[in-house]
């Protein structure tokens, strides 16, 4: 199993852009997170899914969109990329009870100039 | 709303001494309890949970947590630091019945001195 697996590491924006965080899963796992990580400030939830076709909002979803049309994949899209949203981006995986280990991925790390 | 707080950013200890990483939480209800441990430029990984039952929990590389409800705490400890355990760690709660999103605490980077 590769597990969780984030494309692209690195990416620059410019202000305005848009771009898709790529988010892929293959242990069947049902629940699927974005988070993002600031320096000194742990990380945050962005947005969840249960379930394809079922995605909710975390503690920071503005400037964000998801989607979960397949049990594996789970893009985060970015609309109108502001300074604000560089940070370093993680995916998570989790199956069945909630008090399961959530598997993350490597991260993408994203810098908006 | 529940939060996580992780004492100190910053922890340094020698190679061989005790490692102690503090992790208090707000709740009047126990949440599920984890510690994650991020090597540079790596996601977390999980060194250890509480659910239920005993309230001493042992994880990977010889760490062990202590559930103390009395004191709402989830303090991480290691008799004896090695060099590889050099890197951040969080401190993160799960909440009943939410899905189970984690809170994170803000994250102690532990440093090991030669």
């Known amino acids: 199993n590769a597990g969780v697996t984030q494309t692209p590491k690195f990416r620059i924006l410019k202000i305005g852009q848009s771009m898709t965080l790529q988010c892929a899963q293959d242990?069947?796992?049902?629940?699927m997170y974005w988070y993002r990580q600031d320096p000194g400030m742990g990380l945050k939830l962005i947005y969840y899914?249960?379930?394809?076709?079922?995605?909710d909002k975390g503690e920071v979803p503005n400037g964000y969109n998801v989607s979960r049309s397949t049990t594996e994949d789970f893009p985060l899209r970015l609309e109108l990329a502001a300074p604000s949203q560089t940070s370093v981006y993680f995916c998570?995986?989790?199956?069945?009870?909630?008090?399961?280990?959530?598997?993350f991925g490597p991260g993408t790390r994203l810098t908006v100039l | 709303a529940q939060s996580v707080t992780q004492l100190g950013s910053h922890v340094s200890v020698s190679e061989g001494a005790l490692v102690l990483l503090r992790c208090n939480y707000s709740?009047?209800?126990?949440?599920?309890l984890f510690w994650y441990v991020q090597y540079p430029n790596q996601g977390l990984q999980l060194l250890l949970k509480?659910?239920?039952?005993?309230?001493l929990v042992k994880g990977i590389n010889g760490f062990e947590a202590e559930f103390k409800k009395s004191e709402t705490s989830f303090h991480l400890t290691k008799p004896s630091a090695h060099m590889s355990d050099a890197a951040e760690y969080f401190c993160?709660?799960?909440?009943?019945?939410?899905?189970?999103?984690?809170?994170f605490g803000q994250g102690t980077e532990l440093s090991v001195k030669p």
């Open positions: 998570a995986s989790r199956k069945g009870a909630e008090y399961n280990e959530q598997f």
């Open positions: 242990m069947n796992h049902n629940y």
């Open positions: 899914s249960v379930g394809a076709g079922i995605t």
């Open positions: 709740s009047s209800v126990p949440p599920y």
């Open positions: 509480y659910t239920t039952g005993a309230t």
């Open positions: 993160a709660v799960s909440p009943y019945n939410q899905g189970g999103k984690l809170i």
